[in-house]
Protein backbone atom coordinates (compact mmCIF):
# COMPACT_ATOMS: atom_id res chain seq x y z
CA UNK A 1 0.00 0.00 0.00
CA UNK A 2 0.99 3.36 -1.24
CA UNK A 3 1.66 5.96 1.81
CA UNK A 4 -0.19 8.71 -0.13
CA UNK A 5 -3.53 6.11 -0.49
CA UNK A 6 -4.23 6.58 2.98
CA UNK A 7 -4.67 10.48 2.48
CA UNK A 8 -8.04 11.15 1.23
CA UNK A 9 -7.07 14.54 -0.84
CA UNK A 10 -3.88 13.03 -2.78
CA UNK A 11 -5.93 9.96 -3.84
CA UNK A 12 -6.36 10.20 -7.55
CA UNK A 13 -4.36 13.40 -7.66
CA UNK A 14 -0.80 13.38 -9.24
CA UNK A 15 1.53 15.89 -7.72
CA UNK A 16 4.05 17.45 -10.28
CA UNK A 17 7.92 17.00 -9.04
CA UNK A 18 9.54 19.52 -6.99
CA UNK A 19 5.83 21.61 -7.04
CA UNK A 20 3.55 21.78 -4.24
CA UNK A 21 0.11 22.12 -5.05
CA UNK A 22 -1.14 25.67 -3.43
CA UNK A 23 -4.37 25.79 -4.57
CA UNK A 24 -5.62 22.32 -3.33
CA UNK A 25 -3.32 21.75 -0.42
CA UNK A 26 -4.81 21.94 2.87
CA UNK A 27 -1.95 22.17 5.29
CA UNK A 28 -0.64 25.07 2.68
CA UNK A 29 -3.77 26.82 3.43
CA UNK A 30 -3.24 26.48 7.19
CA UNK A 31 -0.12 27.41 7.14
CA UNK A 32 -0.68 30.47 5.17
CA UNK A 33 -3.67 30.98 7.98
CA UNK A 34 -1.27 30.39 10.50
CA UNK A 35 1.06 32.95 9.34
CA UNK A 36 -1.73 35.43 9.35
CA UNK A 37 -2.87 34.68 12.59
CA UNK A 38 0.51 35.12 13.85
CA UNK A 39 1.09 38.27 12.29
CA UNK A 40 -2.38 39.62 13.78
CA UNK A 41 -1.15 38.57 17.19
CA UNK A 42 2.40 40.06 17.07
CA UNK A 43 0.83 43.57 16.29
CA UNK A 44 -1.30 43.61 19.57
CA UNK A 45 2.26 43.45 21.11
CA UNK A 46 3.46 46.21 19.17
CA UNK A 47 6.22 44.02 17.13
CA UNK A 48 6.56 44.63 13.61
CA UNK A 49 4.20 41.56 11.38
CA UNK A 50 6.61 38.74 10.50
CA UNK A 51 5.00 40.18 6.76
CA UNK A 52 7.30 43.33 7.33
CA UNK A 53 4.85 45.97 6.94
CA UNK A 54 5.81 49.71 7.66
CA UNK A 55 2.26 50.53 9.84
CA UNK A 56 3.60 51.38 13.25
CA UNK A 57 1.89 49.38 15.66
CA UNK A 58 -0.22 51.44 18.24
CA UNK A 59 0.35 54.68 16.69
CA UNK A 60 -0.07 57.39 18.20
CA UNK A 61 2.36 56.96 21.02
CA UNK A 62 0.53 57.59 24.16
CA UNK A 63 1.69 58.05 27.63
CA UNK A 64 -0.31 58.30 30.39
CA UNK A 65 0.42 60.06 34.00
CA UNK A 66 -1.85 60.17 37.01
CA UNK A 67 -2.14 62.48 39.99
CA UNK A 68 -4.20 62.63 42.62
CA UNK A 69 -6.58 65.37 40.81
CA UNK A 70 -5.85 64.40 37.50
CA UNK A 71 -5.27 61.80 34.69
CA UNK A 72 -3.22 63.11 31.97
CA UNK A 73 -2.79 60.94 28.57
CA UNK A 74 0.16 62.44 25.64
CA UNK A 75 0.28 61.61 22.62
CA UNK A 76 2.72 61.84 19.86
CA UNK A 77 1.51 63.19 16.67
CA UNK A 78 4.56 64.58 14.55
CA UNK A 79 3.43 66.33 11.26
CA UNK A 80 -0.08 66.71 12.18
CA UNK A 81 -2.17 69.92 13.03
CA UNK A 82 -4.49 69.95 15.74
CA UNK A 83 -7.36 69.84 13.07
CA UNK A 84 -6.30 66.69 12.05
CA UNK A 85 -7.36 64.95 15.40
CA UNK A 86 -10.53 64.26 17.02
CA UNK A 87 -10.44 63.21 20.82
CA UNK A 88 -13.37 62.12 22.19
CA UNK A 89 -14.84 60.08 25.52
CA UNK A 90 -17.63 57.90 25.71
CA UNK A 91 -18.41 55.37 28.09
CA UNK A 92 -14.78 55.59 30.21
CA UNK A 93 -13.54 55.46 27.08
CA UNK A 94 -10.99 58.00 25.66
CA UNK A 95 -10.61 57.67 21.75
CA UNK A 96 -7.97 59.87 20.11
CA UNK A 97 -8.08 59.39 16.24
CA UNK A 98 -7.52 61.43 12.85
CA UNK A 99 -5.68 61.03 9.38
CA UNK A 100 -2.53 61.30 8.14
CA UNK A 101 -2.37 62.55 4.69
CA UNK A 102 0.51 62.11 2.14
CA UNK A 103 2.17 65.17 1.12
CA UNK A 104 3.33 64.05 -2.41
CA UNK A 105 1.41 61.58 -4.95
CA UNK A 106 2.43 57.76 -4.87
CA UNK A 107 4.05 57.91 -8.35
CA UNK A 108 6.86 59.86 -7.09
CA UNK A 109 7.71 57.96 -4.10
CA UNK A 110 10.86 55.87 -4.39
CA UNK A 111 10.53 54.43 -0.97
CA UNK A 112 8.72 55.40 2.41
CA UNK A 113 8.99 54.14 5.83
CA UNK A 114 6.27 56.93 6.61
CA UNK A 115 3.14 55.86 7.78
CA UNK A 116 -0.21 57.67 5.78
CA UNK A 117 -3.74 56.84 6.95
CA UNK A 118 -6.17 56.98 9.21
CA UNK A 119 -5.19 55.80 12.68
CA UNK A 120 -7.30 55.44 15.88
CA UNK A 121 -6.57 54.82 20.09
CA UNK A 122 -8.84 53.72 22.38
CA UNK A 123 -7.89 53.90 26.04
CA UNK A 124 -9.73 52.94 28.75
CA UNK A 125 -10.31 54.94 31.75
CA UNK A 126 -10.10 52.78 35.36
CA UNK A 127 -11.12 56.05 37.12
CA UNK A 128 -13.97 58.21 37.36
CA UNK A 129 -13.16 61.39 35.42
CA UNK A 130 -15.46 65.27 35.20
CA UNK A 131 -16.34 64.65 31.98
CA UNK A 132 -17.57 68.45 31.69
CA UNK A 133 -13.69 69.32 32.18
CA UNK A 134 -11.70 67.58 30.56
CA UNK A 135 -9.46 69.65 28.26
CA UNK A 136 -7.31 68.74 24.98
CA UNK A 137 -4.06 71.19 24.03
CA UNK A 138 -2.10 70.44 21.03
CA UNK A 139 1.56 72.41 20.58
CA UNK A 140 4.49 71.16 18.92
CA UNK A 141 3.18 67.75 17.19
CA UNK A 142 2.19 66.45 21.09
CA UNK A 143 -1.93 66.38 22.26
CA UNK A 144 -1.97 66.62 25.55
CA UNK A 145 -5.77 65.82 27.30
CA UNK A 146 -5.96 66.13 30.88
CA UNK A 147 -9.46 64.41 32.77
CA UNK A 148 -9.79 65.73 35.96
CA UNK A 149 -10.66 63.22 38.66
CA UNK A 150 -14.15 63.46 40.01
CA UNK A 151 -14.13 64.22 43.47
CA UNK A 152 -15.43 60.94 44.94
CA UNK A 153 -12.72 59.03 42.94
CA UNK A 154 -9.56 61.55 44.65
CA UNK A 155 -7.80 59.77 46.94
CA UNK A 156 -9.32 61.07 50.45
CA UNK A 157 -5.93 61.22 52.74
CA UNK A 158 -6.43 61.70 56.43
CA UNK A 159 -3.55 62.14 58.82
CA UNK A 160 -3.94 59.98 61.83
CA UNK A 161 -2.33 61.06 65.12
CA UNK A 162 -0.04 58.56 66.37
CA UNK A 163 -0.37 58.31 70.53
CA UNK A 164 2.14 57.03 72.83
CA UNK A 165 1.24 53.83 74.43
CA UNK A 166 0.51 54.09 78.46
CA UNK A 167 3.19 52.04 79.08
CA UNK A 168 5.35 54.06 78.13
CA UNK A 169 4.20 57.14 79.71
CA UNK A 170 4.32 55.49 83.12
CA UNK A 171 8.14 55.10 82.91
Same mark, same amino acid.
Given at each position: ?? !???? @????????? =? %?? $??? /??? +? *??????? &? !?????????????????????? %???? %??? /??????? #????? =?????? &????????????????????????? +???????????????????? =?? +?????? @? #????????????? %??????? *??? $?? @??????? /? #????
Amino acid at each position: MN !MRDL @IPWARNQQM =A %PG $RYR /EES +D *PFTALHR &E !MNRLFDDVMRGFDMAPLGGTNR %PVGW %PQV /EVVETDK #EVRVS =AELPGL &EDKDVEVLMQDGVLTIRGERKSEID +DKERAFSERYYGRFERRIPM =AW +DVDEDK @I #EATFRNGVLTVTL %PKSPESR *PQA $RR @IAINRST /E #ETKH
